[in-house]
């Protein structure tokens, strides 16, 4: 036995490190939000080059809510900085071996990446919108124009977001004192994760701007007077069960990669089997099966399978599981992962 | 080029707590922190358990996980000594450093940057020990140079049986103890 007595009472450090509360598993799932839809409005934007209707919820859609999810993220991140003024100097220096500083260069490029993609067809998605603005028709017809801009833009959002999505687990992964996060299967597990939010998202986008005779009548109205408002274009619902088998993939990917994270801790060293058991049997592993595994990913998985089945209806319950399924994951590794220590471990 | 190093006998030290009150009044830590701090180990059973005691600290340590992962730069290994300091207005507080570091020895200063021990680096600059080095009553801390071979913390290493924490975390801390 070992017993630890230490007179140090540190604010945030003691009794176990919990430096990082709500706003950074928020930034990390925004981020992989925003990843998750680069990539898909990406290939969208690559396969569908010329400009058709069924490409408005991937390419135009998809990349606006990612430049407000993108905002959003960084915004919880700068509410976690505790030197908040200082948060320019990020952009001061670039450290090649700080996840962090590669990390704050990456989101400088994604919005220009992000909001090329959406000026794309912005004009054809929300025609009320162009007719105000007219240089949004311009720039829109300046690059349809150009195929291999079109390309350019295409490739640049796939990169960027894998290089997003990888970071966000990255970030974690490196930070070797904490065994939990101590596995490069979080940049996969992060991006897969990432991805599946995005295509649940764009699934229930779609599901809820179809007709549906049993909506309450209230829900109709209010997504009429919505459309009506931003004089948007009803999206084409073809669009939806794509969608859901790409999600399918994406959940069985993460589930897979779940696995071998787990698998990767259990077979390494005693402070990686104390971490993962954190998850698996101790005070996370309720959340962590409950929320991440069984409503985050089982669940959706059968339900979308069903859907695309045509056994059951498209329905918004898969995208709220899966969406909520990406901040539990999140939530639950950043508090375990500062939960596992090295000098727990010698108990 | 120097690489200043600690080097303490858990033999002789008692855990009477003068390094960190020394720490405390000479950086004017703030009320609530500690830049180092006492750990009793316990290890063994009975009848034959084994007690030592540790005055811990920032290790300082040659490969520091905490400079490599800040984005700023703020983190960094001073080219005097080896010591590994913070920029306090290069720091925006991302609390990186702290999740880096196995020995949990940083914290956020009431001020917003990460703060922790700097070998006392303005007293060594002047010729003189760090706070808790120049007050410890058993005379149980030594500090000194270790690529100086008739440096005092160098033929004690020589001579004694020592050990750092963490080992296996690959930091090389800078800190060690005699058993």
């Not at chain 1, 396969?47 to 993108?70: F, H, N, Y």
């Not at chain 1, 990446?113 to 009320?128: D, G, R, V, Y």
């Not at chain 1, 498209?314 to 709220?320: G, I, N, R």
């Not at chain 2, 316990?42 to 490969?63: D, K, M």
Request: with cysteine; net charge neutral; glycine share 8%.
């Amino acid at each position: 036995m070992i017993e630890l007595t230490t007179t140090r009472h540190n604010p945030l450090i003691d009794p176990s490190l919990h430096v990082w509360e709500w706003q950074i598993p928020v930034y990390l799932f925004l981020g992989g939000l925003v990843a998750g839809l680069m990539i898909i409005a990406g290939i969208r934007l690559i396969v569908l080059r010329p400009s058709r209707r069924e490409a408005l919820v991937c390419c135009t859609i998809g990349p606006l809510l990612g430049l407000a999810a993108l905002s959003l993220g960084m915004f919880a991140l700068f509410l976690d900085l505790a030197h908040k003024l200082h948060v320019w100097r990020l952009y001061t220096t670039f450290e090649p071996t700080s996840p962090m500083s590669w990390g704050s260069w990456i989101l400088l490029l994604v919005y220009p990446a992000l909001l090329a993609n959406a000026l794309a067809h912005l004009p054809e998605a929300i025609p009320a919108l162009a007719r105000r603005f007219p240089v949004l028709v311009a720039i829109s017809d300046f690059i349809l124009a150009r195929l291999r801009l079109v390309l350019a833009i295409g490739f640049a959002n796939v990169a960027l977001g894998v290089a997003l999505g990888i970071y966000t687990g990255i970030l974690l992964g490196a930070l070797g004192a904490r065994p939990l996060w101590n596995s490069a299967l979080l940049g996969p597990l992060f991006l897969f994760s990432g991805l599946s939010a995005a295509a649940a998202l764009l699934h229930g986008i779609l599901v809820l701007s179809a007709p549906d005779e049993e909506r309450p009548a209230f829900a109709d109205f209010l997504l009429s007077s919505l459309a009506r408002v931003s004089g948007a274009r009803p999206l084409d619902p073809n669009a939806g069960p794509v969608l859901a088998g790409a999600d399918n993939s994406f959940l069985t990917i993460e589930l897979a990669l779940l696995g071998l994270f787990l698998l990767g801790h259990l077979t390494s060293t005693a402070v990686h089997r104390q971490a993962a058991g954190l998850l698996l049997t101790g005070p996370y592993a309720a959340p962590f099966w409950v929320f991440v595994v069984g409503l985050g990913i089982l669940i959706p998985l059968l339900l979308q399978t069903l859907e695309l089945t045509h056994r059951i209806r498209h329905t918004l319950a898969p995208a709220v599981l899966v969406l909520f399924g990406g901040i539990a994951l999140r939530v639950i590794l950043v508090a375990a992962g500062q939960e596992s220590h090295w000098f727990h471990a010698l108990n | 080029m120097s690489r200043f190093a600690m080097v303490i006998d858990t033999r002789r030290c008692v855990g009477c707590q003068d390094c960190v009150v020394a720490c405390k009044t000479e950086n004017s830590v703030p009320q609530g922190y500690c830049r180092d701090w006492i750990v009793e180990e316990v290890h063994g059973a009975f009848p034959t358990p084994h007690l030592e005691i540790r005055s811990e600290r920032c290790n300082h340590c040659a490969e520091p996980p905490c400079v490599s992962c800040c984005p700023t730069g703020a983190s960094h290994v001073h080219d005097f000594g080896g010591v590994v300091l913070v920029h306090h207005d290069l720091c925006i507080g991302c609390k990186a450093c702290l999740a880096a570091c196995p020995y949990d020895a940083r914290f956020i200063h009431p001020d917003g940057y990460a703060d922790k021990c700097t070998f006392c680096i303005h007293r060594v600059a002047k010729g003189l020990d760090p706070a808790c080095v120049s007050v410890c009553p058993t005379h149980c801390m030594h500090f000194g140079d270790l690529d100086d071979p008739t440096s005092e913390v160098s033929r004690l290493l020589a001579s004694r049986t020592h050990h750092t924490l963490l080992p296996e975390a690959g930091t090389q801390p800078r800190v060690f103890y005699l058993t």
